[in-house]
């Protein structure tokens, strides 16, 4: 490839990332269904126009922000897989990672939430929303890999079964407690329940089950 070629693919990824970066402002400023292209283009400083080149709806811009959070959320699941020896250890700490993950992020957690109700396309190989499967399976191999280290250390049950679907089951669990985490705050507090404690118990009830 070209030097100005590369050069000019390289300043077209960058204007990307920026307008993406201006998308993740405006939704978390204005949410998802009251931003507006504009706001975004005026966000990014580019014209309308060009938002449009880069970016066809909300619903695109959206699906490149799940991409993005998802990349972001297997690295969290393989550091904090990596910082732990047995198995059952890396589990509970996926748990915690996706937790904190679903706090820090929240433009992210909610394009993913957006998402998982507009997988219409996975058989397209060129679609977006094949991409974000790929892009899941990625982050499900991360459970998956300490699934396997836990029954080859014995901290897990050598029962378990097919990996993925237990990676799934677990996900779909720690998925429902982090929806609780963000929105049920007061209530906890109401109750005089720490979230602290409920999520530490939620996480540890999810591995007593798998645990040998």
Known sequence: MEPIELRRLEEKERRREDILDAAEIVFAEKGFDDAKMDDIA????????LLYIYFKDKRELQF??????MDLLRQRFSEARKRNGKGVDQIKAIGRAYIGFVQEFPVYFNAMARA?????????ESSVCHR?????????METITA???????????????????VAMTLWGFTHGVAQLAVTKGEIFAHEGIALNAFISDAIDMATRSIAS
């Open 132 to 140: 974000m499967m790929l892009a899941g399976r990625a982050v499900h």
């Open 42 to 49: 005026r966000a990014a400083r580019v014209s309308r126009a």
């Open 64 to 69: 490149a922000l799940c991409l993005r959070g």
């Open 147 to 165: 699934l396997l280290a836990g029954q080859k250390d014995g901290s897990l049950r050598a029962d378990l079964g097919d990996p993925l679907r």
């Open 116 to 124: 998982e109700a507009q997988h219409t396309e996975l058989e397209d």
